[in-house]
């Protein structure tokens, strides 16, 4: 399905939002720390500052990456995992910053204005509770991970605020728990930043898409009937875009139809995993010599129809017209199932009495690449002389036998 100009703008504008969130509770929590002293609300403010400079990062390197030269004809993608790595570094000096001066200064902080930091981390509670569920709930209407992501960031800050909070009260209350939760909002920060490190480190490292994007790939491939197998998949991200480089097994095929399959395949992958610049997909017939020729029939071996076939017997004529008869394979006498059968086990030809009466039938065996020989013969025996008589008449004529 394409995605409606109204959903990216959707989307948009919740990734504005969360910028804009973040850029006021750092601001905010900043000021508030200068003002009470307070070592967690500081942690808190770095905290926000990292979700913060990763929106910025991501929104400029993905600008900037988008620019294609002709130096760079894949363009620059993985500045945008360059900036995170020295963003990530950033963060795990701060982590250990706040935790160096929480338990190692020897200055001993003293927390002032105690009940007004307590009522900006309130504020700053409600705002991530509020937003991040807001935001997770239109990341899932409008399928977007990238939405979904943000919300589990804004999620960990009404997380991390509520340790803050509790470490406040307790210092209003005579108990020095600042630094305690300094120290608790420091490992967010540093799990923050090591999230940030590996990520941008794999994608340099031309880590594979997940397991789960993968497999839901194989699903819009196999579901075209041209497809016999898949030989790989290979994917790699940059930055926030995905490249694929797949190889593919086709019924056989004129180059121009085989062309039209392959751009239907890459235009579904594209409309349905997000952020995919580019598909490769390198393609082989599945067989280039000889025939293969499905039989329908009933238990007794007569020639049945796509209705009224309880049977599919395949057979093999080779270049020189010598024959082997394959196993029967049982099928439910269903038209549109025996269709889908037929498309899938690579056959030139389908024997039967009539041509299936569904146009949907008759095209996705066309897409296929399976011609449908309607025969008068009552039996698979006579069928199966007739299909060789006509192929060896066919290859003298060309000359080939």
Do not use: C
Not at 58 to 69: D, E, N
Not at 131 to 145: F, G, I, T
Not at 251 to 278: A, G, Q
């Amino acid at each position: 399905m394409v995605e409606k100009p109204s959903n990216q703008i959707l989307k948009e504008r919740w990734a504005l939002g969360s910028l804009i969130l973040n850029s006021v509770l750092t601001v905010l929590k900043f000021i508030f720390a200068l003002i009470t002293g307070s070592l967690a609300l500081m942690a808190e403010a770095v905290h926000s500052f990292s979700d913060l400079i990763a929106s910025v990062i991501s929104l400029i390197s993905v600008k900037l990456a988008a620019k294609k030269t002709k130096e760079y004809p894949y363009g620059l993608y993985k500045i945008e995992n360059i900036a995170s790595i020295i963003i990530s570094f950033f963060l795990f000096f701060a982590a250990y910053e706040i935790i160096r001066e929480a338990f190692f200064s020897k200055e001993e902080r003293v927390v002032q204005h105690t009940e007004l930091a307590i009522l900006v981390m309130f504020f700053a509670m409600i705002a991530t509770f509020v937003y991040s569920r807001l935001e997770l709930k239109a990341a899932k209407k409008l399928n977007s991970p990238a939405l979904m992501a943000d919300a589990q960031h804004i999620w960990a800050d009404f997380l991390s605020s509520m340790i803050v909070i509790a470490g406040l009260a307790g210092t209003y209350f005579g108990y020095n728990l600042d630094k305690y939760a300094a120290s608790v909002v420091a490992l967010f920060v540093f799990y923050s930043g090591w999230e940030i490190f590996s990520s941008g480190l794999k994608v340099l490292l031309d880590v594979s898409l997940e397991k789960e994007e993968i497999e839901k790939i194989k699903k819009i491939i196999y579901s075209h009937p041209a497809v016999v197998d898949i030989r790989h998949i290979r994917g790699r991200v940059a930055g926030s875009f995905k490249f694929l480089d797949i190889e593919l097994l086709l019924h056989n095929y004129s180059l121009r139809e085989t062309h039209r399959i392959v751009d239907d395949i890459e235009r579904r992958i594209k409309e349905e995993i997000p952020n995919i610049d580019s598909v490769f997909i390198h393609y082989e017939p599945v067989r280039q010599e000889g025939l293969r020729i499905a039989f329908l029939t009933d238990e007794e071996e007569n020639i049945r129809d796509f209705k009224t076939a309880t049977k599919v017997i395949t057979v093999d004529i080779s270049e020189d017209g010598d024959t082997q008869i394959n196993n029967p394979l049982d099928v439910e006498p269903d038209e549109k199932e025996i269709g889908d059968i037929l498309s899938k086990i690579n056959i030139d030809i389908v024997v039967a009495s009539h041509h299936p009466e569904e146009f949907e039938v008759r095209w996705n065996l066309t897409r296929a690449g399976v011609m449908v020989w309607e025969t008068d013969k009552q039996t698979f025996d006579e069928a199966v002389k007739e299909i060789i008589n006509s192929y060896k008449e066919f290859k003298k004529r060309k000359g080939e036998l």
